[in-house]
């Protein structure tokens, strides 16, 4: 059985439990309460990273993730990361790259599944009109991701 390292990261919107084998980055979501922390070099560079994101002096990672999910998952999420920072894209951008473009659910869906949250910016994908639609840790902290990414 795989070791699971465990870290946290305090950010302006709430704690986040960043989880990682010792090769991978598999887990970043946010959680109500620090629990045994249990870290090593890949959750720990995580947190910095978190640190840089937050405070403008980082707009994209370079961790090495595994994300587990199935394949149609995993299309989803490496089209995800391909999203600049500074950019949104709507489901239906995400469902045509994916040359699928009847599977806006299943794409809106695969987002909502995201186990590396902010690492693979998910909330950077906003409804055609604009409008914020579910993020897995609620949508004022998605408000606050973009607009901390987007200033008016």
């Known amino acids: ?8 990261y305090d950010s302006p919107i709430g704690m986040i439990k960043v989880t990682a084998t010792n ?15 249990h870290p090593n070099s890949i959750t720990e560079l995580t947190c910095l990273q978190l640190e840089e994101y937050f405070t403008f002096k980082r707009c994209k990672f370079d961790i090495a993730y595994q994300a587990q ?10 089209k995800l990361a391909e999203i600049p920072y500074g950019k949104t894209f709507h489901y239906s951008d995400i469902a045509r790259m994916l040359k699928k473009e009847k599977a806006v ?15 693979i910016p ?14 897995k840790a609620g949508i004022e902290r998605k408000q606050y991701l973009l607009d901390m990414e987007y200033p008016q």
């Open 1 to 8: 059985m795989t070791e699971l390292f465990y870290d946290y």
């Open 23 to 37: 090769q991978y980055l598999i887990m970043c979501q946010f959680c109500s309460a620090r629990e045994e922390e």
């Open 69 to 78: 999910g199935t394949l149609f998952q995993q299309e989803v999420w490496k």
């Open 105 to 119: 659910r299943a794409v809106a869906h695969a987002i909502g599944q995201n186990p590396l949250l902010i690492i």
């Open 122 to 135: 998910c909330h950077r994908v906003v409804g055609k009109n604009g409008t914020l639609h579910g993020y």
